[in-house]
């Protein structure tokens, strides 16, 4: 078996959302469903289409994010990234159970002036 990457989305990349597509057509299967650990804020990005949110470590934060970790063979890991444009980009994630993933994050001046929905919990519960 190949070597794997284990990747956290939380928006458009998730099960039955719009770009989920991008993970499942480079053999990125699902694992889980999780949380982040405490200390994160959530966006709804700005003119991006399809929307996606952007998530935000912030240590002053008391909230976690619902999300989906996916594990994608290592060698499909450089075209699942020049797929994703700024302000989007990909750092780590720290889960509720203490572990770290690489996830989607988002560069904190593209938020300035977006809509907070850390509230919701996560993307789907935002949508509906």
């Given amino acids: 078996m190949s070597e794997v990457i284990a990747i956290a989305v939380c928006g458009a990349h998730m099960r039955g959302l719009p770009l989920n597509h991008q993970l499942t057509e480079l053999g990125a299967r699902f694992e889980k469903e999780s949380a982040t650990a405490k200390g994160y804020r959530f966006y709804n990005v700005p003119e991006k289409m399809p929307p996606r949110p952007g998530l935000l470590r912030d240590s002053t934060s008391e909230d976690s994010i619902l999300l989906e970790v996916w594990v994608m063979p290592l ?43 850390t509230a919701y919990g996560g993307w789907r519960d935002y949508l509906t």
């Fill in 75 to 117: 060698e499909n890991f450089g075209a699942f990234m020049i797929q994703i444009a700024s302000p989007l980009c990909i750092g780590t994630v720290f889960l509720e159970d203490g572990s770290s993933v690489y996830g989607f994050l988002c560069e904190s001046e593209a938020l300035k002036d977006a809509q907070e929905i």
